[in-house]
């Protein structure tokens, strides 16, 4: 069924009912989410960001040899615990200006209008991770053994073909 702009009340609900009846038993929600933006050098994080409240301001410690951004604002939300982190004041110049990692409340996950809140004070941004969780209940049957015997866990990047070492005919 697709969505149109103009569906009625009606077509909504059956397209959420739909949507339900196809992933009954298995809860899926945003994460955490990683974006860079660009700011002009001397542009701090803002102090009111909607829905947040800023709960500390701190330096950053490198912990490795290569030092990434001196400072962190950290958030809470005020319904929620959803935390935001924000880090500027960049140590290298091929670093954005800003990279902002937003965590999601366990229960609610990340919506749509949390991460929009961060974005309007973004002029240009890239993300770089997005996490999802996904939950099963036990009426579907996956449970720790089931994972255990079919799940393959590591990193999902592109990579590039490899190219042939030998030719093909000689």
Known sequence: MSVGPGLSNR??????????TLM???????????????????????????????????????ETTTSTYARCRQYSSLTNG?????????????????????????????SRDEIERVLRHCRSY?????????????????NKRFIRCHATFGKSRRRAKKKESRPLLR
């Open 24 to 62: 009954a038993g298995i809860d899926v929600r945003l994460d955490r989410v990683q974006i860079t933006s660009w700011a002009q050098p001397d542009r701090k994080p803002p102090l009111d960001l909607q829905g947040f409240a800023v709960t500390k301001d701190s330096f950053v410690r490198s």
């Open 11 to 20: 077509g909504k609900r059956l397209q959420k009912y739909q949507r339900s």
């Open 126 to 142: 890239q993300f770089l991770t997005v996490e999802i969780a996904i939950d099963f209940r036990p009426s579907t049957g996956v």
């Open 82 to 110: 959803a935390k935001i982190y924000w880090q500027y004041s960049r140590q290298k110049g091929w670093l954005k200006p800003w990279k902002i990692t937003i965590v999601a409340d366990d229960k609610t996950g990340l």
